[in-house]
């Protein structure tokens, strides 16, 4: 099936995607059509997306960091989307001629460790980053290289852009390092409802498969006097 006519019928009628169990066993969610359209609205308002956007897919469609960061958002609104598997050595190569792409901490990892990121130019990309903790040295690489680097949280269950800070200066991430709570930056714009419980963090709201219900999240969150958002880890009890 042609993914464009993929897409189209995900949008029409939900559709179930698996955990990445990075934080637990790996579980099939159900994302229902409503949650979807809230879900690429904020996906497109946090990064920018329009109908002029240029997507770089390189995450797994079947995950939500894949199909629902910026994929089914772009597709909603007409932008071009091209999906590829992962290849560290082309990704330099080929992201410069693309506005959006999605990685994962490890995809930056391995793709900073290339020897094309040493020259490359990332001044006309954006890079959201997520699914596992972003850590600063990785937020520093990329930056380094002129991009727009979106550190972002979300789950299968929630957004995924729900959580996000978007750095496209060194001033601007050593102003965050600085007042940090020593753990991994979340982020200081909110796209659902929040609270914390005894440490842990609860959302709800429309881009919530549980809708107005709280959903307990079990990542131990602070938020420091700035309204800034630090993962310090995960109660898996």
Same mark, same amino acid.
């Given at each position: 099936?042609?993914?464009?006519?993929?897409?189209?019928?995900?949008?029409?009628?939900?559709?179930?995607?698996?955990?990445?169990?990075?934080?637990?066993?790996?579980?099939?969610?159900?994302?229902?059509?409503?949650?979807?359209?809230? @879900? $690429?609205?904020?996906?497109? %308002?946090?990064?920018?997306?329009?109908? /002029?956007?240029?997507?770089?897919? =390189?995450? +797994?469609?079947?995950?939500?960091?894949?199909?629902?960061?910026?994929?089914?958002?772009?597709?909603?609104?007409?932008?071009?989307?091209?999906?590829?598997?992962?290849?560290?050595?082309?990704?330099?190569?080929?992201?410069?001629?693309?506005?959006?792409?999605?990685?994962?901490?490890?995809?930056?990892?391995?793709?900073?460790?290339?020897?094309?990121?040493?020259?490359?130019?990332?001044?006309?990309?954006?890079?959201?980053?997520?699914?596992?903790?972003?850590?600063?040295?990785?937020?520093?690489?990329?930056?380094?290289?002129?991009?727009?680097?979106? @550190? $972002?949280?979300?789950?299968? %269950?929630?957004?995924?852009?729900?959580? /996000?800070?978007?750095?496209?200066? =060194?001033? +601007?991430?050593?102003?965050?390092?600085?007042?940090?709570?020593?753990?991994?930056?979340?982020?200081?714009?909110?796209?659902?409802?929040?609270?914390?419980?005894?440490?842990?963090?609860?959302?709800?709201?429309?881009?919530?498969?549980?809708?107005?219900?709280?959903?307990?999240?079990?990542?131990?969150?602070?938020?420091?006097?700035?309204?800034?958002?630090?993962?310090?880890?995960?109660?898996?009890?």
């Amino acid at each position: 099936m042609e993914l464009n006519e993929t897409l189209s019928k995900i949008l029409k009628n939900g559709t179930e995607l698996k955990s990445s169990g990075t934080t637990g066993p790996q579980k099939s969610i159900w994302q229902t059509y409503t949650k979807l359209r809230h @879900a $690429n609205q904020a996906a497109r %308002e946090s990064q920018k997306i329009t109908k /002029n956007s240029k997507i770089y897919t =390189i995450c +797994k469609m079947e995950h939500a960091g894949g199909l629902l960061a910026q994929t089914l958002p772009a597709y909603e609104v007409g932008a071009e989307i091209t999906v590829k598997k992962f290849n560290p050595w082309r990704f330099c190569e080929e992201v410069v001629n693309y506005t959006h792409t999605h990685i994962t901490p490890t995809h930056g990892r391995i793709i900073a460790s290339t020897k094309g990121f040493r020259d490359v130019d990332l001044s006309n990309v954006w890079i959201t980053c997520g699914s596992d903790p972003v850590e600063w040295d990785l937020i520093e690489s990329f930056v380094n290289k002129g991009c727009t680097f979106m @550190a $972002n949280w979300g789950m299968t %269950e929630v957004g995924p852009c729900a959580i /996000n800070t978007v750095f496209n200066s =060194i001033e +601007k991430v050593n102003e965050f390092k600085q007042r940090s709570l020593q753990g991994t930056i979340l982020g200081d714009h909110q796209y659902c409802h929040t609270k914390i419980v005894d440490g842990e963090l609860y959302v709800k709201g429309m881009i919530s498969v549980y809708g107005n219900e709280w959903y307990n999240t079990k990542d131990l969150v602070e938020i420091n006097d700035e309204g800034e958002f630090y993962y310090k880890g995960r109660n898996n009890a």
